[in-house]
Nanobody
Framework: QVQLEESGGGLVQAGGSLRLSCAAS????????MAWFRQGPGKEREFVSS?????????AHADSLKGRFTISRDNAKNTVYLQMNSLKPEDTAVYYC????????????????WGQGTQVTVSS
């Protein structure tokens, strides 16, 4: 089993920044892809960003978020980060960390392991 725990969410004003963390435990992660998804009020869960834990840290990002959000990881700490800059009210959502193996990194079904989520609220 894999356990994931997100942290770093909170309330921030528009234009501000937050860094989310996802600490993983339970298994080694050298072959896992880690990802961030989000789900806003009344919306479906959507892909934010992913990073392969091997193959040179290949990353993928939602096109609409490129340039504002950056994913990174620290293998020594089994932790994945999401740096979010220039936040907008429409970024308000619960942000989820996920871990998975082979599959399309943008699809939620690729990931069998999920955290509980952390709330990000951006005020205007």
């Amino acid at each position: 089993q894999v356990q994931l725990e997100e942290s770093g969410g909170g309330l921030v004003q528009a234009g501000g920044s937050l860094r989310l963390s996802c600490a993983a435990s339970g298994r080694t992660f050298s072959s896992y892809t880690m990802a961030w998804f989000r789900q806003g009020p009344g919306k479906e869960r959507e892909f934010v960003s992913s990073i392969s834990m091997s193959s040179g840290d290949r990353t993928a990002h939602a096109d609409s978020l490129k340039g504002r959000f950056t994913i990174s990881r620290d293998n020594a700490k089994n932790t994945v980060y999401l740096q979010m800059n220039s936040l907008k009210p429409e970024d308000t959502a619960v942000y989820y960390c996920a871990a998975g193996l082979a599959g399309d990194p943008r699809r939620p079904t690729t990931y069998p392991y999920w955290g509980q989520g952390t709330q990000v609220t951006v005020s205007s």
